[in-house]
């Protein structure tokens, strides 16, 4: 079944038919009276856009990530990674394998890419595919996933890594709301794409883990040597971790940050983080700067199984410098 939101619907006849909203919404109702309420909302408005001759199913023109709508099969699109969550492996009772999630982007906006197929995550894994890397991508699939839309890739999809004479822009000045914005009070385990506004209010002494300098994976150690298990033995790389209290005035919640978004965090690099170990006194003195900051931290939500207790791990970070912004994080 299509998942297409009734906003959406009604947004395309809007935009397709050039008709106003009250309309639309009057067609609707007459819709629903005619057949004794026997069909949703959804289902009054697609039979009022297919009247209209709207294809609430099938984009207009070029197809951009605004136009993705959940239900979309035989997806086409060109957009350029934003960001590279990285790669994990599952198992089920039906199946097993790896999937890797990245963050791409195009002039209209964002939107998470879920990638399935083994041949297509070893793009990933051998450095094919990178941060601002242009992707033409054919055969991709669109779904659902905590409200946000999320474009995947089967063993049908194809990626073409920066085509010749393709160019994309990414617009993230209006990609400030590609999360879910939550209180902290609210929160619930295991969710994805949550995101945060508040205040960090204790910093915890950095910590550091050996990583595979090529995709991130924490290395583990053998005979001597640290190997990766995507690829094998490596020149293992220290990988930062910053623990700290984020509070936005409902609750306080224990938060974690690696790499680069421990990085922003202290506004230092790896090697300076490190060389901290050495000074205490400096340390204390990162502390007094930062505690107080302000920003939006977006990430998972997690539970500590040790502590009975919810934790936050960032995947990205949004500091909030206008008035205005940080109104728009603010939940009443």
């Known amino acids: 079944m299509f998942s297409v939101s009734y906003e959406n619907i009604i947004k395309r006849i809007k935009d397709e038919a050039s008709i106003s909203e009250e309309e639309i919404e009057s067609k609707i109702k007459e819709k629903l009276a005619k057949l004794s309420d026997l069909i949703t909302k959804e289902g009054a408005a697609f039979i009022v856009a297919h009247e209209l001759g709207v294809k609430v ?28 969550y990285g790669i994990r492996e599952f198992k089920t009772e039906k199946r097993e394998g790896k999937v890797s999630n990245l963050l791409v982007g195009d002039e209209s906006g964002l939107t998470r890419l879920v990638i399935w197929d083994t041949n297509l995550i070893k793009l990933i894994e051998d450095n094919k595919i990178k941060e601002d890397s242009i992707l033409k991508i054919k055969n991709g699939y669109v779904k659902e996933n905590n409200n946000l839309k999320e474009l995947h890739l089967g063993n049908r999809s194809q990626i073409i890594i920066d085509p010749e004479n393709e160019k994309v822009e990414v617009n993230l000045i209006n990609n400030i709301q590609d999360f879910t914005k939550k209180q902290i009070k609210d929160l619930e385990e295991n969710t994805t794409n949550i995101g945060l506004f508040g205040t960090i209010t204790n910093l915890f002494e950095p910590r ?44 306080s919640i224990r938060t974690v940050a690696f790499r680069e978004n421990a990085e922003k965090i202290l506004g230092l690099s790896s090697d300076q983080i490190y060389e901290l170990r050495q000074f205490p006194e400096k340390i204390e003195d990162l502390k007094n700067k930062i505690l107080g900051r302000q920003l939006t931290i977006i990430g998972k939500v997690t539970k500590n199984e040790m502590f009975d207790r919810k934790e936050f791990t960032v995947q990205r970070i949004q500091e909030l410098n206008k008035q205005n912004e940080v109104e728009e994080m603010r939940i009443s």
């Open 57 to 84: 199913l099938q984009p207009v023109g070029k197809l951009t990530i605004d136009k993705l709508i959940p239900g979309m099969n035989s997806v086409n699109l060109l957009c350029k990674v934003v960001k590279i």
């Open 208 to 251: 550091f883990y050996e990583a595979c300098p090529d995709c991130n994976k924490k290395a583990r150690l053998y005979d001597g040597k640290f190997n990766c298990d995507v690829h094998g033995p490596i020149t293992e790389k220290l990988v930062p971790i910053i623990n700290f209290f984020f509070d936005d005035g409902t609750d």
